[in-house]
């Protein structure tokens, strides 16, 4: 049992972090300096769960709805070329936002904003786009912010107080803001009300389709591996607003969501805290 837990342990930090992980972790955890958030924020409670899995592919379903954030996507991203690369840096980002140092953080997304500056095209429908829009980054966050707290909600070890839920938007809105969002949201509410003015925008596009293919029925994974990750994509699907399945072509299916996705999500997100577990702990930072 205890062999089964570090190897699974292994497996799933080499793919959500590279083959660098533990270097990494180290290097974000263990550096002294100052934070933007505290130990206790929200923010680290909820990007530090197992539930992140499944607010992860939540998010990227939910995100392509917009057509020209997806239409970005699928020119520049290399999601299907390079899809855990994507996944690591997505990863690596997220962790060093919430728990590195400052110095770190703001490294991080000043990097962000230089990939963003040259990356600019049209859709598929002929609508200009550019990954550096405020309108666009705007989408792209709050549909991030709102997956991983639902998921979190939803399938955390500890979900949050609605106070708790209100100071999650508003660290994540610190973040938002140094990759240039305006004004992001800093409630739960205000959040809520940012989706709903973006739905006048929302629509399926040929590529939003095909990225949900490939996440449904072309991961790259073992074949061992496929089987518990459909679980997580169920789960994820679950958490959609009804009104983008059609759209982005995944199933509709109410009794999916109501019975089927919460247990096999409970269940999955638990078997990955567990293997997590095994990972030796988080280093300290060191004076000076």
Known sequence: MTSLRTRLSTALLDRVAGPHGNRIRDRIHGTPGDRWFAPDAPIRQVHGDASMFIGGLNALLLQSWHPRAMAAVAAHSGYRGDPWGRLQRTSAFLAVTAFG?????????????????GISGFSEEGEPYAASDPHLLRWVHVAEVHAFLTAHQRF????????????Y?????????????????ETVRELRAELDGFRPELRGSAAARDAARFLLHEPPLPLPARLPYRGLVLAAIGLLPRACREPLGLPDR????????????AVL???????LAAQPPLPTPSAG
Not at 159 to 167: E, G, N, Q
Not at 172 to 179: F, G, K, M, Y
Not at 269 to 275: E, S
């Open 101 to 117: 140092t400052a110095e770190h953080a703001g490294q991080a997304t000043r990097a962000v904003r230089e990939i963003h500056a």
């Open 156 to 167: 955390g070890a500890r979900p949050l107080s609605a106070r708790d839920c209100d100071r």
């Open 169 to 185: 938007v508003a660290e994540a809105a610190r973040t938002a803001r140094e990759l240039g969002v305006l004004d992001p949201p």
């Open 254 to 265: 109410p009794w999916l969501d109501r019975w089927l996705a919460p247990v096999v999500g």
């Open 269 to 275: 997100t638990r078997v990955v805290r567990w293997a």
